[in-house]
């Protein structure tokens, strides 16, 4: 379950943050209310108001990709119903 709670025609989804997003805030969740039938890129759109004025975070929002337990998923996807949701920043290794 993504945490999330429906009211009216909205729902409330806390999306679990990893890597370099932990260094934005002290909580490694972030909460965010978007209308019932929302897509990903409206998440995106949501943290980015929710980082606005921090030009780092809203660089690493950019070049970071959602997923769920099972799959990472496209902008366009529908939010999943009853899977956690992350936002996966992006890595370098060899």
């Known amino acids: 379950m993504n945490d999330a709670t429906a009211t009216d025609n909205n729902v409330t989804i806390s999306i679990r ?6 260094q934005f805030g002290d909580d ?3 909460t965010v ?3 019932g039938n929302a897509q990903v ?3 995106r759109e949501a943290l980015k108001a ?5 030009d780092n975070a809203l660089a ?8 769920t337990d099972q799959a990472v998923l496209d902008d366009d996807d529908s939010l999943p119903e ?4 992350s936002i996966l ?3 370098c290794g060899g």
């Open 17 to 22: 943050l990893f890597g370099a997003f932990r």
């Open 28 to 30: 490694s969740t972030v």
């Open 33 to 35: 209310t978007l209308p």
């Open 41 to 43: 890129r409206d998440v």
């Open 50 to 54: 929710h980082y606005a004025g921090d």
């Open 60 to 67: 690493l929002l950019k070049a970071s990709a959602f997923a």
């Open 82 to 85: 009853g899977e956690p949701l």
């Open 89 to 91: 920043p992006p890595v």
